[in-house]
Structures are given as structure tokens and as C-alpha cells.
């Protein structure tokens, strides 16, 4: 300050004082500021403590290089070409990040500003520098884990979605966004991810917000799919709460324990039915033998006469009883044949809906496929869906029956590939509502005040027996729709041949009559008694042998043996019958039953009687077995 006020200075000595002290200022300022600055006119000119301490060169080492030396070769071309056009006084974008590389090998990333201002009549370049290492190689991890979590939220076929406190949708992972085929960010969950007005009835949104993880199942009615539902807290740094949830479709497994569970119900179901409809069948057996016998015997007026012809017609038609109930047991196997199904539509459906007011439309492709069915079973399935319909429309109605073709080149569900066809039974009715979807084919499940809830468990057991498998949508108050898929045929129709009537006949020879049950015993008994031969009954395994044994003794051997397949307790006829054979290889044998079989001679035996059978039907069998 002296110095400035002495008036002998001159005006040169002035600006040096000035220059100095500004020289003094600068290097102050540059020399404690914690960012690197760096003059340069192509070369570095001076660097201060801050970018020696950034780059690790001191400032003589510096001096003297180009100011791109020490920049990584991705970027050398671009700080090269930026300062120099600079220097010539144009404009480039004056903020930027750049990867330098250290005295000791390491690399760095700065972020540089930079200018220009002139020095005695040249321009020079300045700059800062800021090290940024840490923040690059913090925001790289973060865009990959970004990166990372995001490929996961895409690979992972469930549905993961993120909602607020208020039902927004945070963000969804990609499956989701497929699914509803939109934009999902912002909107409420309930509204377009189930399409409800109101919250759901499974949410757990508040619960997860207050810090709790759920898991749980879920069933969607409008989709008609289960799923297996995670939901866990998501709080961010800001302090933003969400709900995150993640589903799995598990509709395919819920629906194979519902399968697993119908069919362990419908085999207990089948002991019980098996046992019923065999002892019903005897009793069957026992009445209308009694009855024929009756008639061929007695002098019967014709009233008499018509009388006991409606009790055996009574009989027949009770066999359709044993055969619902044989629809669950082992035993009660379809036997089929190779059929086409128009005409066993048209007629079941006509008759079952005759004098109802419901119109009925019926569709079926011109070449549908055969299919192997027993058709009494399968007219049960079409009657009991179509009576459902039916007794749904009690105002009346449409009833829409379609019958297609159908090849899967691959598996659909329980279904492998191969030719279908496919029977669609469509009402206009009250419709099911979604809580018994899951539980309409399971036994004695019923919604109707006077139902058995067997009938659409009987279609079930029915259609799997044929290979097939059945299915139902419905929406309450929309009707129903069911699905059938049968196997189609690979053989050829064969027209059955007719059954011509058989005459009762005049036999001789010795018989063994095997049942545990009395009353049918003593009906066979008696039946062929009358026709000339002489009968012996056995009511017990061992009790059959020892009757064939002594009838050998006394050189009275048996011609036939009419064994009972089934003896509760006790050897039945499949197991009797290699001891009969040894006692007597060329003993003719009938096997009868309450359960059918397809083979025509079945455990070896030489003919097969299905329980109920009527006395013609008996001296029919004994005639063919004995004499051809």
C-alpha cells in the first residue's frame, strides 16, 4: 500500500504491484481449493495441489505435456479435439465427464468445466476437475443390479407387481403388463389387473404395509385360476411404503389335488357301490327267476298272465339302478363298442326334453369321428346333462348341443395328443355360481333341495372311464357350458348282430349251482330241474369241492358248474375254478356275475351270465356250453 501511494511511482511499477498481488490472489485461491484446476494452452501451463493430488503428477512433470496425455484412450480424441477448438475461440459444450488415467495405472473418472481467458494477448484455457471415481463406480453397480433385478422380474413367469398404500400400481414386472396388455404404472390394481370396483376380498394390503409377510392362495373368478400368492413390505430410503406381490399360477397343480381327491372319493364311493349293486343283482336274479318259473308253471289267466309280465319287466328296468352304481365300482368298466354319437344324442336328447318348453338345437360335424363307448353309460352322461339344463331353464329356454372333431397336435391338459371329439352342451339358465365350480363333480355335492348329487359325478366317472375327460365354465345368472373330449375310434362301425329268441329246452346231465346267496341257488335249482338235469347246490368254496369230489367218488361226475364270481369272506368262482378243473379237466363251466365284462370268456371260464338274467337267458347259455 505505501508503495501505491508515493507519488514518485511510475504507472508501469503500478501494474506490476497490481499483476503481483493478483498473481498472489490466484495462486491462494488455487492452492487451497479442494478441486483440481489446470491452466493450459494446448500444453499444461500450471496444475494446483488438488488436480496433482486427482492425477498423482506433479506439476514439473506435467509441464510441458499436452493436456490429452494423461487422458484414456477412449477419450483422447475427444479432449483433444474439444481444447483445441476452444483455443481457437469456439464454443464447445463446456461441462463434461472424461476417464483419465493416473501416474501409478489407475483410472479415473473427472468431471471437467472448462474456459478460456487471454494473457497478454493469448488465449489460454482453464479448467476444474472434479474426481467423480466413486460416483461412477457407484451409479455402474447400481445400473447393474438395476439391470440384474430387472432380467429377474422379466425371466420369472409369475406376476409381480408393487402397489401404494392406496391401491396404486407402483410397477409391474413384463409378464404382468403381457397379460393386461397395457401400461399399469399409476392405475388401481383392483380395477384393471381383477376388474373389481372395490378392493378385493384376499387383499392383504394393509397388513403388509404394517410389516407383515403373507402367504396365501387365491382364487380369481373371473379367470377361474388359482394362485399361489407372496406379499412382503417394500420401503424405500425416501420413506415410501409398498405392498409387493408375487403370484404363481398354480391353477394346473389345484386342479390335479381336486382330480386326486374326486377320484379317492369316487373309490370309496365304488366298495360301497360295488357291494350294493352286487347283492341287489342277486336279489334281482332271484325275482325274476321265481316269476318266469312261476308262469311256465301255473295256469295263469291272462290278467294273470300280464300281471307277472309287468313284474319282470319291472325287474329289467331296476337293472338301471345296479348299473349307476356299477358306473363307480372296478368292476363296472364300460363295454364298448364302436359307435357314431348323432344318433344317440338326437334320441336321448329328444327324449329327455319331450313336452318341456325348451328348444333344443343340435350341430354335429357331417364326418364326426366314431368313438368307443357303451352306450347305455354314455346315454346316462348326455341324459343327466341335458335333465340339469333342463331343470336350470324352468321358464324354458335354449339348449345348444354341438358335436365336432377335434385333433390336438399336442397335449392339452390331461389330455394327449391325438382325434377327439368334442360335445359341447350350452344352456341359458341360472348358471353356477364360482364358489361350487371347483366341487360340482364331487359325490352327493348338491344345491338342489331334493338332489342325490350323483348325477354329475356319474357323468364324471363315466367320461374318464372312456378316456376322456369333462369340464365346465359358467358364470352365475350366464348359463353353463360343458365340454366333453372322447377319444375318437381308430376301427370301423360293425352293426351288431340281432339277437335272435331263444326257446326254452329239454337237457339231461349233471349240474353244480354255486352261490352264496339261497334264493338264487334254489331259483337256478329249480329252473333247471325243469329242463331235465340234476341240479346239486353248494352255498361255500370248499362245500363246491367237496360235492365235486364225492360226485366223482360215486361215478356221477358233474357236466357243468354255475359258479358266482364274487363270494364275500369265502373262495369265489375265479378261484375255484383251477380245482374244479383238476378234479375234472373236462368240466364245462358258466361264470355269473353282478359286474359285466367285455370278454367272452372270462378267468377261462366257458360262458359268462350277467346278473340279473332271466330263466330263457340261462337255458340259452347251458345250451351253447353243453351242446354247442
Not at 385 to 402: D, E, S
Not at 483 to 497: G, H, N, Q, T
Request: hydrophobic share 40%; with cysteine; charged share 25%.
Amino acid at each position: 500500500m505505501a508503495i501505491i501511494n508515493n507519488k514518485n511511482v511510475s504507472q508501469a511499477d503500478l501494474l506490476a504491484e497490481a499483476l503481483y498481488e493478483s498473481e498472489i490472489k490466484f495462486r491462494t485461491l488455487t492452492e487451497s481449493a479442494a478441486v483440481g484446476i489446470f491452466l493450459y494452452r494446448e500444453r499444461f501451463l500450471y496444475v494446483n495441489p488438488a488436480f496433482e493430488a486427482i492425477t498423482c503428477y506433479k506439476l514439473e512433470e506435467l509441464k510441458g505435456r499436452y493436456l490429452w496425455d494423461i487422458v484414456h484412450p477412449d477419450f483422447k480424441d475427444l479432449v483433444k479435439e474439444r481444447a483445441l477448438a476452444r483455443l481457437r475461440g469456439e464454443n464447445p459444450p463446456a461441462h463434461y465427464e472424461v476417464k483419465i488415467i493416473t501416474k501409478d495405472g489407475k483410472e479415473k473418472w473427472l468431471e471437467v468445466t472448462a474456459a478460456v481467458f487471454e494473457q497478454e494477448g493469448k488465449v489460454v484455457g482453464i479448467g476444474t476437475a472434479v474426481d467423480i471415481t466413486k460416483q461412477k463406480l457407484f451409479a455402474q453397480r447400481l445400473e447393474e443390479t438395476l439391470a440384474k433385478y430387472q432380467a429377474i422380474l422379466n425371466a420369472f413367469e409369475g406376476l409381480i407387481y408393487a402397489v401404494s398404500p392406496f391401491f396404486e400400481i407402483h410397477f409391474a414386472n413384463r409378464k404382468l403388463k403381457e397379460k393386461c396388455s397395457q401400461e399399469l404404472g399409476g392405475k388401481t390394481c383392483y380395477q384393471v389387473l381383477y376388474h373389481r370396483e372395490q378392493p378385493c376380498p384376499w387383499c392383504v394390503n394393509e397388513k403388509v404395509l404394517k410389516g407383515e409377510v403373507v402367504q396365501k392362495e387365491i382364487f380369481v373368478p373371473r379367470e377361474n385360476r388359482w394362485y399361489q400368492v407372496v406379499s412382503t413390505p417394500l420401503y424405500y430410503p425416501s420413506g415410501a411404503r409398498f405392498a409387493l406381490h408375487l403370484l404363481v399360477d398354480i391353477t394346473p397343480q389345484k386342479r390335479a389335488q381336486e382330480e386326486l381327491l374326486r377320484t379317492t372319493k369316487l373309490e370309496s364311493l365304488a366298495l360301497l357301490a360295488g357291494g350294493i349293486a352286487h347283492d341287489f343283482n342277486n336279489f334281482l336274479t332271484a325275482i325274476l327267476g321265481n316269476l318266469t318259473l312261476l308262469r311256465l308253471k301255473a295256469r295263469l289267466s291272462p290278467k294273470e298272465e300280464k300281471l307277472l309280465r309287468q313284474a319282470e319287466k319291472a325287474c329289467l328296468k331296476a337293472q338301471g339302478l345296479t348299473k349307476q352304481l356299477l358306473t363307480f365300482a372296478k368292476g363296472g368298466s364300460p363295454i364298448k363298442k364302436t359307435a357314431p354319437l348323432e344318433e344317440l344324442l338326437r334320441e336321448t336328447i329328444s327324449f329327455c326334453l319331450r313336452g318341456s318348453q325348451i328348444d333344443w338345437h343340435l350341430e354335429v360335424d357331417d364326418d364326426l369321428f366314431l368313438v368307443d363307448i357303451d352306450t347305455v353309460q354314455f346315454g346316462q352322461v348326455i341324459s343327466n346333462l341335458v335333465i340339469n339344463a333342463k331343470q336350470a331353464m324352468p321358464q324354458g329356454g335354449n339348449l345348444w348341443v354341438k358335436a365336432r372333431n377335434l385333433i390336438l397336435k399336442e397335449a392339452r391338459g390331461p389330455l394327449p395328443s391325438g382325434k377327439y371329439v368334442e360335445l359341447v352342451f350350452k344352456d341359458e339358465g341360472s348358471g353356477i355360481p364360482a364358489k361350487y365350480l371347483n366341487k360340482i363333480f364331487d359325490p352327493y355335492f348338491t344345491t338342489k333341495k331334493d338332489g342325490s348329487g350323483l348325477g354329475l359325478a356319474i357323468c364324471y366317472s363315466i367320461v374318464k372311464k372312456h378316456g376322456g375327460y369333462i369340464e365346465v365354465e359358467s358364470e352365475e345368472g350366464k348359463g353353463a357350458l360343458f365340454r366333453i373330449y372322447l377319444p375318437a375310434s381308430d376301427k370301423e362301425r360293425v352293426a351288431s348282430p340281432r339277437l335272435k329268441q331263444q326257446e326254452i329246452f329239454k337237457g339231461h346231465g349233471h349240474v353244480l349251482v354255486f352261490d352264496d346267496e339261497e334264493s338264487v341257488r334254489e331259483t337256478l335249482r329249480e329252473a333247471l330241474e325243469m329242463a331235465g338235469f340234476k341240479v346239486e347246490v353248494a352255498g361255500e368254496g370248499h362245500e363246491a369241492l367237496a360235492k365235486l369230489q364225492e360226485a366223482n367218488q360215486r361215478g356221477d361226475p358233474f357236466d357243468l358248474a354255475i359258479l358266482d364270481l364274487t363270494v364275500p369272506g369265502g373262495l369265489g368262482g375265479k378261484e375255484l375254478l383251477p380245482a374244479l378243473k383238476q378234479l375234472k379237466p373236462d368240466l364245462k363251466t358258466i361264470l355269473m356275475s353282478g359286474y359285466p365284462t367285455e370278454e367272452k370268456k372270462p378267468f377261462g371260464f366257458d360262458a359268462f351270465l350277467k346278473k340279473p338274467f332271466s330263466i330263457p337267458e340261462l337255458y340259452a347259455t347251458v345250451k351253447k356250453v353243453l351242446y354247442g
